[in-house]
Every structure is written in structure tokens, then in C-alpha cells.
């Protein structure tokens, strides 16, 4: 069994918010802020004015897919400026030898005809098509799938081509090791001390590139549902009802889908990747631990904002669709 991470408080009020770094695009608010501690850096963000609680939902989907056994990044709660919202640290480091690709700068450059818009339009055979047609990119395949996986169990309905993508890292020790075998030790030590001042280099086989961890997951878990309503939600007919229209943003062959219905799908052309991912998460499930990461992920907030607190109404219906959804997930197989 994965121990759940703890959801931790971040109080930012002596934090240092980053004005110079400019964050990704969406409707949210969100700022980078840096920790005058440790001096890292981290995103917060808060939620929509019309969806209160959806950073809760965001913290729960980084905690119950982190048990589930997906590669999440952890999100905690955090009040900025008297507002709460959740934060998570950077994925990457900038500079001179990580940067994020966003899936939509992939996508423009591997997929003929493809369009940027507002909301790209994007299948999962152009998707693979684009990974399988490139050495460095070709492994990527599984990890999408299983976020698409991880979609399904929390409800996310938002996985645009901004909400995924790779993290490219200049390998210096592999330019050290292929290009300069003969060199002496300590002349290893002084370039790799240039490490801070080299300009990027530029060419593929120079670099090492790894699929982000699985962020930017808050459009999910019901956070539409205003509280005058959740009740009513909270019984297998209405919920079986609302998962059905549960569109992914990953169309099949053009055509928008339910999640279920998208993975069945890829199923049958991945069904090795698919069974794995289910199996695994079935093997991790264990109602009793989604209900504690449920029950106590506000447990830590301040009373000076316990209006921030989630509901039990919210609670309970978020806990009935996790366990609705990881059933019909085990349909699946």
C-alpha cells in the first residue's frame, strides 16, 4: 500500500511573490511565489469565482491519484493576500538547462494541419502518432495514457494541450561522455562547473526529456456542482447520469467521447498499457484511505478560514464518484 502524502498549510504572507515570471495561460488566478526559506519556487492559484471549491479538487485528485499510483504533482492549500488556493512547487527549473513544452508546442510542430486555437482540437492517433515518430518522445505514449486513465477516476474534463506536457533537460554528462571521452578529471569538474553560464545547446541528442508529472487536474470531482445541489446528486442514478457526460478533451478520431467510452477505445490498440494501468490501480484502491484523504484534507486550515472548509455534503459526493468511477474502470477489463 502507497502512503498517502499529507495535505500540508502554506501560509504566504511572507512569501515573495514572482511579478517576472509570467504564469500559463487559463482563467484562474495564479501567481508564482517563491519560498523566502528554501528560496524554491512554487505556483499557486486559486479557484473560479463561479467553482469555490475547485482547488480542493484539484489537492484531492494530487492525493488519491498519488495512492492510486500515477505520477501527480502535489498540490497542498495555501492563502495568499487572505485568499486561499492551492500551491504546488515547479516542475522544472529554468534557465539554461530545463524548460516545459507544453503538449501544444509538441503537437504544432509533429502533426500536420494541426491548429492552434483557444481549444485545439486534438485525437489520441495523432497524439501517438506524434510520440511514435520521434526516438526521443516514443516511450511517452503509456504515461498519456495513463493520464487519461487518472481522467476517468477523478472526472477532469480539461486535459487541453496546455494541461500536459515534457520537460527537456540539456544532459551535460551525456555531452561530457560522448564527445569528450579522453578528457581529464578534473577538466570534467571545470565544464561541468559551465553548467551555470552555457548557453543552451541546441542539438536533440544533447538533451533528455522526461513526461511531466500529471498537473493542472482541478476541472473535476464535481466542482461545478453548486452547494444547493449537491444532495440531489448523491444517489447511483443521478451520479451514473452525471459521469456519462462526462466528456474527455482527447477526441477519438476526431470525435468527443466519454472517458470510458475513450478508453475502451484505446483499449483496443494499447491493450497492454490499459490493462496494466487498471490493474494497478485496483490493486492500490482502498476505500477506507480515499476516505481519509477526503475526510481530513481541510483538516489543517487555520479557523480564521475555516470558510474555506469543504462541506460534507461535498465530501461525500466526491468520495461517490471516486469509487463510482474506479468500478466501472474495473468493467473495463
Same mark, same amino acid.
Given at each position: 500500500m502507497i502512503t498517502p502524502r499529507p495535505t500540508e498549510f502554506y501560509d504566504l504572507s511572507n512569501w515573495v511573490v514572482q511579478s517576472w515570471l509570467v504564469p500559463t495561460i487559463g482563467s484562474r488566478n495564479k501567481?508564482?511565489?517563491?519560498?523566502?526559506?528554501?528560496?524554491?519556487?512554487?505556483?499557486?492559484?486559486?479557484?473560479?469565482?463561479?467553482?469555490?471549491?475547485?482547488?480542493?479538487?484539484?489537492?484531492?485528485?494530487?492525493?488519491?491519484?498519488?495512492?492510486?499510483?500515477?505520477?501527480?504533482?502535489?498540490?497542498?492549500?495555501?492563502?495568499?493576500?487572505?485568499?486561499? $488556493?492551492? /500551491?504546488? @512547487?515547479?516542475?522544472? &527549473?529554468?534557465?539554461?538547462?530545463?524548460?516545459?513544452?507544453?503538449?501544444?508546442?509538441?503537437?504544432?510542430e509533429k502533426v500536420p494541419g494541426f491548429i492552434i486555437s483557444t481549444r485545439p482540437v486534438i485525437s489520441i492517433q495523432e497524439i501517438i502518432k506524434a510520440f511514435e515518430g520521434d526516438k526521443q518522445l516514443k516511450n511517452f505514449v503509456t504515461p498519456m495514457i495513463e493520464t487519461i486513465i487518472f481522467d476517468a477516476i477523478i472526472g477532469n474534463t480539461d486535459r487541453h494541450t496546455e494541461n500536459w506536457g515534457i520537460i527537456r533537460a540539456f544532459d551535460f554528462d551525456k555531452f561530457i561522455i560522448e564527445t569528450m571521452p579522453n578528457t581529464k578529471w578534473y577538466q570534467k569538474v571545470i565544464l561541468r562547473v559551465v553548467r551555470s553560464i552555457v548557453a543552451r545547446f541546441e542539438k536533440q541528442s544533447?538533451?533528455?526529456?522526461t513526461f511531466t508529472p500529471i498537473f493542472d487536474s482541478g476541472s473535476c470531482l464535481g466542482r461545478e456542482i453548486p452547494e444547493n445541489l449537491?444532495? $440531489?446528486? /448523491?444517489? @447511483?442514478?443521478?451520479? &451514473?447520469?452525471y459521469i456519462d457526460k462526462g466528456w474527455h478533451e482527447i477526441r477519438w478520431d476526431g470525435n468527443k467521447l466519454n472517458s470510458f467510452e475513450l478508453i475502451k477505445n484505446i483499449r483496443g490498440i494499447r491493450k497492454s498499457v490499459v490493462d496494466k494501468t487498471i490493474k494497478r490501480t485496483l490493486r492500490n484502491f482502498n476505500a477506507h484511505t480515499i476516505e481519509k484523504i477526503?475526510?481530513?484534507?481541510?483538516?489543517?486550515?487555520?479557523?480564521?478560514?475555516?470558510?474555506?472548509?469543504?462541506?460534507?455534503?461535498?465530501?461525500?459526493?466526491?468520495?461517490?464518484?471516486?469509487?463510482?468511477?474506479?468500478e466501472r474502470l474495473r468493467l473495463i477489463i
Open positions: 501567481s508564482f511565489v517563491e519560498d523566502p526559506t528554501s528560496r524554491s519556487l512554487y505556483f499557486f492559484k486559486e479557484s473560479k469565482q463561479t467553482y469555490p471549491s475547485e482547488f480542493w479538487s484539484e489537492i484531492i485528485a494530487s492525493k488519491v491519484g498519488y495512492v492510486l499510483g500515477f505520477d501527480l504533482l502535489d498540490y497542498n492549500i495555501a492563502v495568499l493576500n487572505n485568499r486561499p $488556493g492551492c /500551491i504546488s @512547487k515547479k516542475m522544472h &527549473d529554468d534557465g539554461f538547462f530545463q524548460d516545459l513544452i507544453h503538449g501544444v508546442n509538441i503537437l504544432k544533447e538533451f533528455s526529456y449537491l444532495q $440531489g446528486f /448523491i444517489n @447511483k442514478r443521478s451520479l &451514473d447520469k477526503i475526510n481530513e484534507v481541510d483538516l489543517n486550515v487555520p479557523p480564521q478560514f475555516g470558510n474555506a472548509k469543504l462541506t460534507l455534503h461535498r465530501k461525500e459526493l466526491i468520495k461517490q464518484l471516486i469509487f463510482s468511477r474506479v
